[in-house]
């Protein structure tokens, strides 16, 4: 059983008034450093795309210089706050903190039924019984052929049919129903949130039954939560504190391992779940028994390096190490995994052509480097990945790093 206990990390700063807003955009000193890290600067040159540029932009609107017309909402939504620019910024200006408060200053202003009809879809998203039914007619679109008659006519070339086609098609492979697990002793809550069964279902399975090989007893609820961090970033902090306080409720005083990096990253920042891990980083580290023994696998594997993992978990150190374990596997990481691959949370819904675009030079890096495997550790980077591929017509597995493992591994 696991002792080490990491500390815990402070919760979320309170709201930020409108003076705390202009005090940490002020922070911004515009020396440019950030340009060459952000994805949409380099795809689009314009100034209002980059981190500096949008921060200049939320300044000039918060002083009442700059109204919100389409053409700034568009240059602030272009945003993928993959937070790649607070790594390179000498001032350790808290872009993703800064973005967020000013979505949430945005979303206040809406009139009233635009605000609720954005509040009730992300909630939809959030919602793991609608995330079940959503992995079931996934399936079903798959097996009937909807999805192929889509592929080879014009429908899956609409911009937003287009976009729900993908994801749909790519979700048939990942969907998987879940059956609650909850020993009277465990070592450890498995998280899988809202979209685990629709997105993750083998990387669930393949987590379970690592665990079990050697030696630890997961809890794992029929009942899933969501972690609040889509509400967060589209502009609802109050709602996504509350989603957090369910988990937090629920999984204070435990182990509480999860499976998607960027719901990780979201638990963390809540005082009483301070001893939440990644899958990943907690096998690592986890004391495995002498008799367990890994197969070789002859395979090529790149890795991808999801944002929230790299910028918000402290790196992906602990995928390669996991995966080195397997004797056989050529490991290599993916090339540009600094740059963003467009999914972004609810951004490859909301922003389709960009999110198209920064997933393309992925998959020129994967035509050239023809690997047999990729394995990341976001659902949604995944479900983006698959898409991707099965259009262009590779022949390429995604998988999270736990399902190579769990295939491997055996028992002397």
């Not at 909630?123 to 889509?150: D, F, T």
Request: aromatic content about 4%; glycine content about 8%; proline content about 6%.
């Amino acid at each position: 059983m696991n002792t080490q206990v990491k500390p815990s990390i402070p919760a979320t700063p309170p709201r930020l008034s409108d003076r705390d807003l202009l005090d940490l955009a002020d922070q911004c000193v515009k020396c440019g450093l950030c340009l060459p890290h952000c994805p949409t600067y380099a795809k689009t040159r314009q100034e209002g795309d980059s981190p500096r540029g949008r921060i200049a932009l939320i300044q000039g609107w918060a002083t009442g210089q700059f109204a919100m017309t389409a053409t700034l909402e568009g240059h602030l939504d272009g945003c993928l706050t993959c937070r790649a620019c607070e790594s390179a910024c000498p001032s350790l200006v808290a872009y993703g903190r800064l973005a967020d408060a000013a979505k949430a200053r945005r979303v206040e202003r809406l009139p009233r039924w635009r605000r609720a009809r954005k509040r009730l879809w992300l909630h939809l998203l959030s919602s793991a019984r609608v995330m079940r039914s959503l992995g079931r007619l996934a399936r079903g679109y798959r097996a009937s052929g909807l999805a192929r008659v889509a592929e080879i006519t014009w429908l899956a070339r609409l911009p937003r049919l287009g976009v729900f086609h993908r994801l749909v098609a790519a979700m048939g492979l990942t969907a998987r129903p879940l059956i609650g697990r909850d020993p009277e002793i465990a070592d450890l809550d498995l998280f899988v949130g809202c979209s685990g069964s629709s997105a993750q279902g083998p990387a669930i399975e393949a987590a379970l039954a690592v665990c079990e090989r050697i030696g630890l007893r997961a809890s794992l609820s029929s009942e899933s939560a969501c972690c609040g961090a889509m509400m967060r970033h589209n502009g609802f902090p109050e709602e996504a504190d509350g989603y957090r306080e369910h988990c937090a409720q629920r999984h204070r005083g435990r182990v509480l391992v999860g499976l998607a990096s960027a719901c990780v990253a979201e638990l963390r920042e809540h005082p009483e779940l301070g001893d939440t891990w990644e899958l990943c980083a907690y096998l690592d580290q986890a004391a495995w028994p002498t008799s367990i023994e890994i197969r070789p696998l002859d395979r090529r594997v790149l890795v991808h390096e999801p944002c929230s993992h790299r910028q918000l978990l402290g790196g992906n150190a602990a995928v390669y190490r996991l995966l080195a374990r397997v004797p056989g596997l050529r490991l290599s990481p993916l090339p540009d995994n600094d740059r963003c691959c467009g999914a972004a949370g609810t951004y490859l819904i909301q922003q389709p052509e960009m999110a198209g675009a920064l997933l393309d030079d992925k998959l020129t890096h994967i035509r050239d480097l023809k690997p047999d495997i990729i394995v990341t550790t976001n659902p949604g980077c995944a479900l983006h990945l698959i898409a991707g591929i099965r259009e262009s017509r590779l022949e390429i597995e995604v998988c999270h790093p736990v399902e190579l493992i769990a295939r491997q591994i055996q028992m002397s």
